[in-house]
């Protein structure tokens, strides 16, 4: 079945280092989301991607999506103790109706 | 403006016994969801509705049952708890969207923290 698979599944970095986590799914695209969970908390929307090869931009965060559509990327540029968290990508699942496909997650430590 | 709010936050159960999640929103969105949250394995889909009155089946829909009988409110039933499941339930809900391909962002509550022993 369709799966999208989010790399890496942990990062400990220190503050002020960069920080990418990667999503790659089995099958083409139609658009990709990004949510991010604080811990203990839930997951919050944060971007949707639509077109090939887009990227996005809020602050120190970048977003990418690939060519292909069936892959795409998060980069935070130095990284603040704020930035802790859960990042998962989701593509639209089969079917339609807003479903979603999501990554297992990249869990991310900052310290400082 | 609550948003998604589900109850109860935690609870324990035994193996058996059954139990039902609520999940309640004011945004006036038409799909509302539920998923389970597992360690390393992300949220996966249980069940959804796309109305009042309607249902269908996830991903891992086996052992839960679900109803929206009112179109703000979207409840989860276990009917005889299983260790397996074990984990962290989520509600969300999202305007509904014109087409197969297109997309809505999500809104998800708190969260269920649910312990079956």
């Known amino acids: 079945g369709q799966q999208v698979m989010q790399i890496p599944q942990y990062q400990h970095v220190q503050e002020g280092e960069d920080f990418t986590t990667y999503c790659n799914s089995s099958?083409?695209?139609?658009?990709i989301q990004w949510y991010k969970q604080r811990p203990g908390g839930h997951p919050v929307f944060l971007i949707q991607l639509v077109k090939s090869g887009e990227v996005k931009k809020q602050k120190r965060l970048t977003f990418q999506f690939g060519e292909a559509k069936k892959n795409s990327s998060l980069h935070i540029t130095a990284t603040q103790t704020t930035d802790v968290g859960t990042y998962f990508c989701a593509g639209l699942g089969t079917g339609g109706y807003n479903k979603l496909i999501f990554g297992a997650g990249t869990r991310l430590a900052v310290h400082p | 403006n609550a948003g998604v709010t589900q109850t109860p936050k935690f609870r324990v159960l035994k193996t058996g016994q059954s139990m039902t999640l609520l999940c309640a929103q004011d945004?006036?969105?038409?799909?509302m969801y539920w998923y389970r949250q597992d360690p390393g394995m992300g949220l996966r889909l249980i069940h959804y509705s796309v109305g009042e009155g309607t249902t269908a089946k996830g991903e891992v829909p086996d052992g839960y049952n679900v109803s929206r009988l009112k179109k703000q409110n979207f409840l989860l039933g276990l009917e005889s708890a299983a260790p397996s499941q074990t984990s962290v339930y989520f509600c969300a809900s999202s305007y509904s969207v014109r087409g197969a391909y297109s997309n809505q962002p999500q809104h998800f509550g708190d969260g269920t923290r649910l312990s079956i022993l």
């Open positions: 099958t083409t695209l139609s658009n």
């Open positions: 945004m006036n969105h038409e799909y």
